[in-house]
């Protein structure tokens, strides 16, 4: 599976798709699928559901619904929403993701175009999204994109990856930039910011290097200020170019 994203932790493969103390494999994870269309919500919804082992589908027609749904009362593991070859989320999602309080806040979402465009995927980013998946790389790589983001990790086309290196990334920084934000990071951070670029959630961050939860979450915190980075993506998008330039930094005295 191409993505900024592999999660291929020990721990999670033992004990499941969280890692040694998340959900056994007997436990369904329950998929909310948005699509204002009702023919391709369909067929999403009926592809997912008979192929995604251990995986329950629910389609609704908007985000709206979709938080209401979980307000209700319902698990939700993981929020699809389908929005085609449309150029941005548009006013409406994006108020749903902004919204204080609103559920879809606090449930990992995925975003599903046909567009495989850096802006769209840097403006979801922003808002919080944890997956971004272009229609094109089919549909045994969105499974897994799912399943990774329920584990906790985040998933961005490797293709998508590459075009931000060839213009510059996020705020046209050129890679020499990228290198400099790095300068300062101790031992342990540079080991953390490692697990930032595989997509390992904090708990799996702090089991794998034999760390409390709360310090992994200290680290991470740390890194963003020092890299200058605005959440843990754009951090791993740093570190991605780094190790495409070969050029690790040196570390700081811890």
Same mark, same amino acid.
Not at 54 to 66: D, K
Not at 96 to 113: F, H, Q, Y
């Given at each position: 599976?191409?993505?900024?994203?592999?999660?291929?932790?020990?721990?999670?493969?033992?004990?499941?798709?969280?890692?040694?103390?998340?959900?056994?494999?007997?436990?369904?994870?329950?998929?909310?699928?948005?699509?204002?269309?009702?023919?391709?919500?369909?067929?999403?919804?009926?592809?997912?559901?008979?192929?995604?082992?251990?995986?329950?589908?629910?389609?609704?027609?908007?985000?709206?619904?979709?938080?209401?749904?979980?307000?209700?009362?319902?698990?939700?593991?993981?929020? *699809?929403?389908?929005? !085609?070859?449309? $150029?941005?989320?548009?006013? &409406?999602?994006?108020? +749903?993701?902004? =919204?204080?309080?609103? #559920?879809?806040?606090?449930?990992?979402?995925?975003?599903?175009?046909?567009?495989?465009?850096?802006?769209?995927?840097?403006?979801?980013?922003?808002?919080?999204?944890?997956?971004?998946?272009?229609?094109?790389?089919?549909?045994?790589?969105?499974?897994?994109?799912?399943?990774?983001?329920?584990?906790?990790?985040?998933?961005?086309?490797?293709?998508?990856?590459?075009? *931000?290196?060839?213009? !510059?990334?996020? $705020?046209?920084?050129?890679? &020499?930039?990228?290198? +400099?934000?790095? =300068?300062?990071?101790? #031992?342990?951070?540079?080991?953390?910011?490692?697990?930032?670029?595989?997509?390992?959630?904090?708990?799996?961050?702090?089991?794998?290097?034999?760390?409390?939860?709360?310090?992994?979450?200290?680290?991470?915190?740390?890194?963003?200020?020092?890299?200058?980075?605005?959440?843990?993506?754009?951090?791993?998008?740093?570190?991605?170019?780094?190790?495409?330039?070969?050029?690790?930094?040196?570390?700081?005295?811890?």
């Amino acid at each position: 599976m191409s993505s900024i994203s592999i999660h291929d932790d020990p721990a999670a493969r033992a004990g499941g798709l969280g890692g040694p103390a998340a959900r056994t494999r007997t436990d369904r994870i329950l998929v909310v699928l948005v699509d204002e269309n009702s023919l391709t919500r369909d067929c999403f919804a009926l592809s997912l559901g008979t192929l995604g082992e251990g995986m329950t589908v629910i389609p609704v027609a908007s985000l709206r619904e979709a938080g209401d749904l979980m307000a209700s009362g319902e698990r939700i593991d993981v929020v *699809l929403c389908h929005i !085609g070859a449309d $150029r941005a989320l548009g006013e &409406a999602r994006t108020a +749903a993701l902004r =919204e204080d309080g609103a #559920p879809v806040r606090n449930t990992p979402l995925i975003i599903i175009s046909d567009r495989d465009d850096i802006d769209l995927i840097l403006e979801c980013l922003g808002l919080g999204v944890r997956g971004y998946i272009v229609s094109s790389l089919g549909l045994g790589v969105a499974l897994e994109a799912i399943r990774l983001v329920v584990a906790g990790g985040t998933f961005v086309p490797a293709s998508s990856l590459h075009k *931000l290196t060839r213009f !510059g990334g996020p $705020r046209g920084e050129p890679a &020499a930039s990228a290198q +400099a934000s790095m =300068e300062g990071l101790t #031992p342990r951070e540079l080991a953390v910011l490692k697990c930032l670029h595989e997509g390992k959630s904090n708990k799996l961050i702090a089991y794998q290097l034999g760390m409390c939860e709360n310090t992994a979450k200290a680290h991470v915190r740390n890194i963003l200020k020092k890299m200058g980075a605005t959440n843990r993506t754009e951090a791993a998008y740093l570190a991605h170019r780094c190790l495409l330039d070969n050029a690790p930094p040196a570390a700081a005295p811890a």
